[in-house]
């Protein structure tokens, strides 16, 4: 198996801590001098990144002379605060430290699989998973808590009573596949964009970087799409069901 | 002469289509199984069909909102939020192509 540097270096610190995890939760490592995998490694490395940067920014941020980074940051919040306002409406407020975490989490694992000696933890199906799993979970707690049980479980049966039979099978499935695309999407999109650099990178180097700089827009896109996603799963769970949100996400 | 050249056309395409077909010896996928050799031909034609479909229909709907553009620019931000979700929609299915054609290589 071939091991990133930062992956080498993690597993000669915590080699056996993380061997020990594996085998209490009954997992078999395959490799049990190197138990943890170069996606897991990244996306702790990912993790690091943010907060290294939450932490150096910290005391950096001021109204009267606003620094670079700061209007970069800036311009990422107003961005994704006016879509969600204009996708959830009024209370968007509520979810932005959950979608922003997401954002940046996502963009800097897509971002990193365009730095020599990096790999993208999205290029796993893992990775985007758990995001979709959190995701998932999170819109459902959202509308239990906002419309209670009993009103948010009525959701799921539709506007008409009679047909309530054939709309929970219906609504269940298409949350369900709400998972499925999320993860597959975002994983998708990011192993192809590396396999067509590395194909291209062996036949012209030229048109790999050609497709390196087309490979950064979809990262940032598919960024953007996961979050935009997220809002209108969210909106359509702590709305009432007829919003035009719902109506348009129906996968 | 047109008529020809068709019926000429579409023999080449059986012949192209029937050579391998009978000419593969019979042990040549033995060594790792028979239905595994036929793999990459599957996947290629199947992401040919899912992406040149999905082709046609990011096309229509980018052709769609363009002329909603040009029509009433003022309903930009609409009209791009509406886009770039049914893109991200269509774009799915070619990708659940892709990643079918994955778990089976």
């Known amino acids: 198996m071939h091991q990133l540097w930062f992956t080498r270096w993690l597993n000669a610190l915590f080699a056996r801590p993380a061997d020990a995890l594996l085998r209490l939760l009954h997992v078999a490592p395959a490799h049990p001098a190197a138990p943890i995998p170069n996606h897991v490694a990244m996306e702790i490395l990912a993790a690091l990144i943010i907060a290294l940067f939450a932490v150096w920014i910290r005391p950096r941020l001021s109204v009267d002379k606003p620094g670079a980074w700061q209007h970069i940051l800036e311009l990422l919040w107003t961005g994704i605060e006016s879509q969600a306002e204009e996708v959830i409406g009024h209370d968007a407020q509520r979810f932005l430290g959950f979608l922003m975490t997401l954002a940046v989490l996502i963009l800097v694992g897509n971002l990193m699989g365009l730095i020599p000696g990096l790999a993208a933890p999205t290029a796993q199906i893992t990775v985007p998973l758990g995001c979709a799993l959190v995701t998932f979970v999170y819109y459902h707690m959202q509308g239990i808590r906002r419309q209670g049980w009993l009103s948010y479980g009525k959701t799921f049966l539709g506007p008409i009573p009679l047909l309530a039979f054939l709309m929970l099978p219906i609504e269940l499935i298409s949350h369900l596949a709400r998972i499925l695309s999320l993860s597959v999407r975002l994983f998708a999109n990011m192993f192809a964009g590396d396999m067509i650099i590395q194909i291209m990178m062996a036949l012209f180097p030229l048109a790999g970087v050609v497709f390196m700089t087309f490979h950064f827009f979809i990262a940032l896109l598919q960024a953007y799409i996961f979050v935009l996603l997220a809002m209108i799963y969210l909106a359509g769970a702590v709305e009432s069901h007829h919003g035009p949100a719902e109506e348009a996400a129906v996968a | ?105």
């Open chain 2, 1 to 105: 002469m047109r008529r020809y050249w068709k019926s000429f056309l579409t023999l080449a395409a059986i012949f192209l289509a029937a050579t391998p077909l009978f000419g593969q010896s019979a042990g040549a996928g033995a060594a790792t199984g028979s239905v595994a050799s036929w793999v990459p031909i599957g996947a290629g034609i199947g992401m040919g069909i899912a992406s040149g479909l999905c082709g046609i229909g990011q096309g229509m709907a980018t052709a769609g909102a363009s002329e909603a553009l040009a029509r009433n620019p003022g309903a930009a931000a609409g009209i791009r939020f509406s886009l770039i979700l049914g893109l991200v929609l269509i774009e799915s299915l070619a990708l659940y192509t892709f990643v079918i054609i994955l778990m089976k290589t």
